[in-house]
């Protein structure tokens, strides 16, 4: 089983944060949100222990970094550190430059940018100067200037790894067509709120795709229409992945169809809330999974723990199953139980984990191994 421990920046005690990466093994990783609210001390302690051997992932938020924390921290950084920025379009531009320069092509390092809010070329400049480990990424990618957009994707070329996501219910003319066929072979093209876009389009793009392209599809469960859904896992080749959100308020004869359409070739997911299950709906849902189909559950905390328990003996070591708490609102012994039983293909990610009290986080990883 894989255990995620993932710590807030603005709320973490540096010193239960350290003590949980010193006892990580193998099957854990410990993750910082928000590490821009950290001094530079904790955060260098942190990649020191980590060094090459703890995975350890720090995510900044581009809009609040304090001198050169970033570029210090990529510098630190082991072999399985992974450190990223969201909202990388509000840092300077000669910073990001520094601190994609200081990842070269040994360190792990990824960029996001809002598409909404991109200024003069500066998302260029980062592919650009992006070293082979180092990914950038834009959301809101359907406000991007088609144009600017087109050219960046160009410069990614074969060798660079950057990814464009559309909001499905956003697009504009043919602009994700020409992203996703000017794509190369390490830049991923994704659209989520899926069901807004016209199935032919959607079908279309799909089609294009076909084996040499990355490409994906997020619907959500509420708001299906006909058998979109279905035609999408259908026509969709080994490169895309379909997927579902709010999967518990699909029709689970809809979702048994898709699952049964994805069969062992497909790549899908179908993601629950567990504060909203109805019936046996998610358990029909892991029986019924295939090899590469994944089922998630978030708001774990508030599904009832027998239902967790069958789920976990359901994935057994076969199936692809993650279950996402959140630590201050989840009965540690509870987690405990979770993660003592689940098989080799669960994650069980925990968000808020500085709201679990240190003995119980350390229990939970020795159970973890």
């Known amino acids: 089983m894989k255990l995620i421990l993932d710590f807030d920046g603005r709320l973490l005690n540096p010193s239960n944060m350290l003590e949980a990466l010193s006892k990580a093994g193998k099957n854990t990783s410990i993750s910082i949100s928000n590490a821009q609210a950290l001094n530079i001390e904790t955060l260098l302690k942190a990649t020191t222990t980590a060094e090459n051997t703890k995975n350890l992932s720090t995510t900044f938020n581009g809009a609040e970094l304090t001198a050169n924390n970033l570029q210090q921290v990529i510098n630190s950084a082991g072999s399985l550190t992974r450190v990223s920025t969201i909202a990388a379009q509000a840092i ?21 940018f809002n598409g909404a809010q991109l200024s003069s070329d500066n998302l260029l400049r980062a592919v650009n100067a992006a070293g082979t480990n180092t990914s950038i990424s834009v959301n809101t990618a359907q406000a991007a200037n088609i144009t600017a957009l087109l050219q960046t994707i160009h410069a990614a070329g074969d060798t660079k790894i950057f990814s464009a996501e559309f909001n499905g219910a956003q697009l504009t003319s043919n602009n994700i067509q020409q992203a996703l066929d000017a794509a190369g072979t390490r830049t991923s093209i994704s659209v989520n709120t899926a069901q807004a876009v016209n199935i032919s389009t959607l079908l279309a793009l799909i089609n294009s795709a076909k084996d040499t392209k990355k490409f994906s599809a997020d619907f959500n469960g509420a708001q299906l229409t006909a058998d979109n859904l279905q035609q999408a896992i259908s026509a969709a080749a080994s490169g ?3 997927s579902v959100n709010t999967a518990q308020a699909a029709n689970i004869s809809t979702l048994l169809q898709a699952i049964n359409i994805a069969g ?28 590469n189909t994944s089922i998630s559950m978030n708001s774990a905390q508030s599904a009832n723990q027998s239902t967790l328990l069958e ?4 994935a057994s070591s076969s199936k692809q199953f993650q279950a996402n708490y959140n630590g201050g609102m989840s009965n540690p012994n509870n987690l405990q ?19 679990l009290p240190i003995a119980n986080i350390l229990t939970l990883i020795s159970s973890a191994g």
Do not use: H, M, P
Request: charged share 10%.
């Open 337 to 355: 139980q979770i993660v003592s039983r689940a098989g080799a293909s669960t994650t069980v990610f925990i968000s808020d984990a500085q709201g």
């Open 264 to 291: 062992n070739t497909k790549k899908f997911s179908a993601n629950f809330n567990g504060a909203q299950l109805t019936s046996n709906n998610i358990q029909q849902a892991l029986r019924a999974a295939g090899s």
């Open 240 to 242: 895309t992945n379909i």
């Open 92 to 112: 300077n531009i000669n910073t990001l430059l520094s601190a994609i320069s200081t990842a070269g092509n040994s360190k792990n390092f990824s960029a996001e």
């Open 311 to 314: 789920l976990l003996d359901i």
